[in-house]
Nanobody, 114 residues
Framework: QLVESGGGLAQPGGSLRLSCAAS????????MSWARQAPGKGLEWVSG????????YYTDSVRGRFTISRDNAKNTVYLQMNSLKPEDTALYYC???WGAGGRKGQGTQVTVSS
């Protein structure tokens, strides 16, 4: 099970921190990802982290603004989002694995608007 939290309304230039609590599998052996779906658009892989954090991926549009991390002791993966832009508005999903195609949670809504 994957349960996301931390979404909400932020102003442009603001920050949010998303969390994903995982259960039901061996978290410390799994790569984890964040994906998002904006209104009217397809699912986009935003960021990924391998099991020990030694390999990280960011899509170009968030590199330098978003930071993915994980705490294997807490079975949790995070996405720190800074310098938010209106185009970051989307439903954000935590996903099992490397990429956006794996099992996902229910999502948490992020809205960036003044």
């Amino acid at each position: 099970q994957l349960v996301e939290s931390g979404g909400g309304l932020a102003q442009p230039g603001g920050s949010l921190r998303l969390s994903c609590a995982a259960s039901g599998f061996t978290f410390n052996l799994a790569s984890m990802s964040w994906a998002r779906q904006a209104p009217g658009k397809g699912l986009e892989w935003v960021s990924g982290i391998n099991r020990d954090g030694s390999d990280i991926y960011y899509t170009d549009s968030v590199r330098g603004r978003f930071t993915i991390s994980r705490d294997n002791a807490k079975n949790t993966v995070y996405l720190q989002m800074n310098s938010l832009k209106p185009e970051d508005t989307a439903l954000y999903y935590c996903a099992l694995g490397w990429g956006a195609g794996g099992r996902k949670g229910q999502g948490t809504q992020v809205t960036v608007s003044s």
